[in-house]
């Protein structure tokens, strides 16, 4: 196996296996664990993202492969303490099991540094872990991981070594090759199949592999690690996707891919990402720079479309006024604006709710400015308050204790004069996003009437998404930002209330 042979050699000091989740990737560092113990024995530091996460794998994993190997069996510490929940302190080294932190990183001296989903390291532990080793001649740096992010230290590690990538053989052509996603080929429902895209003759070989243990397994086992680029002296990264891993079915990754795309079209790219960096090892890159761009209008009229499952009124908080949005929702997660203007007091948002009979619930203002007056309001009248954050997404755990992520937190009640006053944080970035995807007509339908104004049309694009210090976010580029904020926080009363379907919320409680 090229990757142990890389590790357990003299040749290179870096060695990232990139790989699929559910590939084999634990079983690596357990296998290497065993072998640095009775072969090539040395400090050894095994890193996982959280203590916790170090401890289960220790006690599920890392110590039954230990014990159960027979040339380490002489070399057990008889001293029942030298075995720790953290370490194991054999007679001829140590070695240590810990969570991916600086104290964890910075207090030991060792010969071998393993990072287990190294994409998920903090910016700087990377570079903590190498100086662990001192420059030992002879020390090794492990990181083994799915796919991260762009521009994140483990990619750039990624880019700065050279690529091995496995590959397999195809019988017909002899054309050694790696496993491509495009090369996948199926017709709705029915069965996938892969495809060679090497030469035969004058034209394309056109091999097929059906979507069978036997196919998938012949493909796998004629598989070995093959160049592609150069990279830094010593460090080397072998990868391959899931279509390689040949106990997984081409038809779940197919439907997971279509799931994916589905969800895009929503404007939801969890889903996308998840899959091109679980399933397929590859990094993610965030939304190229987004350039305003033209909004279409027309088919009907401000006041006049009939309204559909459900009407939101978004209320933006100004020092001296509100600017307001009435967009009404069905199941489809389609939308229509109605109505958009200003405001002078809070009693008119309510004659505006009662207008268009609009549920209390589906009222919800922007509670980030004058947050006493907004809070005592929302607690009077029964709406829900919204906060814009930085977060990309919020922890939450369901009735039955599952946890998951989500693109708005768990809501928080506040006593107020009034009475109790409901406020939920969400990812301002995350709606953005999703809103500049509706805005260019590549999601759910998305309306706004032909007699809508300038100053509502400027305001969609008075926000830009560009590289900053901070990496992709959006800036602001016009003065009046209110319907884009407004539309923004329509998408997120409209997932909260199950009506734009983003697939990361499908556990949601109710938005009241």
């Not at 203590?51 to 029942?80: T, V």
């Not at 891919?257 to 993610?284: C, E």
């Not at 937190?409 to 006593?415: C, G, H, L, R």
């Amino acid at each position: 196996m090229a990757p142990l042979a890389a590790i357990t050699g003299n040749d290179a000091s870096e060695i990232i296996v990139k790989a699929p989740v559910g590939s084999g990737k634990t079983t690596l560092l357990e296998v290497l664990a065993c072998y640095t113990v009775a072969e090539k024995p040395g400090p050894a530091l095994f890193v996982s993202q959280t203590e916790g996460d170090s401890k289960d794998w220790f006690d599920s994993g890392l110590l039954p492969c230990l014990q159960g190997c027979d040339l380490i069996k002489p070399l057990w510490p008889k001293d029942r303490h030298k075995v720790t929940k953290g370490a194991i302190l054999f007679p001829h080294m140590p070695l240590w099991v810990a969570g991916a932190n600086l104290s964890s990183l910075q207090s030991k001296s060792c010969d071998l540094v393993v990072l287990d989903e190294a994409w998920m390291l903090k910016k700087s532990l990377l570079q903590e872990a190498r100086r662990r080793t001192h420059d030992r001649f002879n020390s090794k740096v492990v990181l083994v991981s799915q796919g991260g992010s762009s521009g994140e230290d483990f990619e750039n590690a990624c880019e700065d070594a050279a690529l091995y990538e496995f590959s397999f053989v195809c019988p017909s052509c002899s054309t050694r090759q790696p496993w491509r996603w495009g090369n996948l080929k199926w017709e709705g429902e029915e069965s996938p199949h892969y495809q060679c895209q090497g030469s035969l003759g004058e034209g394309l070989c056109g091999h097929r592999w059906d979507d069978n243990p036997i196919d998938r397994r012949a493909m796998a086992s004629s598989g070995e690690y093959v160049f592609i680029s150069k990279g830094k002296a010593g460090h080397v990264c072998f990868t391959y996707n899931a279509l390689a891993v040949w106990f997984i079915p081409w038809a779940k990754l197919r439907d997971e891919w279509n799931t994916a795309n589905a969800a895009k079209k929503r404007g939801d790219l969890a889903p996308l990402k998840q899959f091109l960096q679980k399933r397929l090892a590859q990094a993610w890159t965030e939304l190229e720079e987004l350039e305003a761009v033209p909004i279409n209008t027309g088919g009907y009229l401000l006041g006049t479309s009939e309204q559909w499952d459900l009407t939101i009124l978004t209320v933006d908080v100004q020092k001296n006024n509100f600017w307001y949005v009435v967009r009404t929702w069905n199941r489809a997660g389609e939308s229509r604006l109605l109505d958009r203007g200003q405001f002078l007091h809070f009693h008119e948002i309510e004659a505006k709710r009662e207008q268009w009979n609009i549920h209390r619930k589906a009222v919800f203002l922007d509670s980030a400015y004058r947050v006493e007056e907004v809070k005592a309001a929302l607690a009077k009248y029964g709406w829900l308050g919204l906060n814009g954050r930085g977060e990309d997404s919020f922890p939450v755990t369901d009735r039955r204790g599952n946890k998951f992520r989500r693109i708005y937190s768990v809501p928080v009640d506040y006593k107020t004069t009034e009475g109790l006053a409901r406020v939920t944080n969400y990812s301002s970035a995350g709606a953005k996003d999703i809103l500049q995807i509706l805005k260019q007509g590549n999601g759910t339908l998305w309306e706004v009437p032909s007699d809508v104004g300038q100053q509502y049309l400027d305001s969609l694009n008075s926000e830009i998404k560009k590289q900053t210090a901070k990496g992709m976010s959006w800036v602001q580029i016009k003065d009046h930002n209110h319907y884009f904020d407004l539309e923004a926080m329509q998408i997120i009363g409209a997932t909260m209330h199950k009506l734009y379907p983003l697939l990361t919320n499908q556990q949601d409680e109710e938005a009241a």
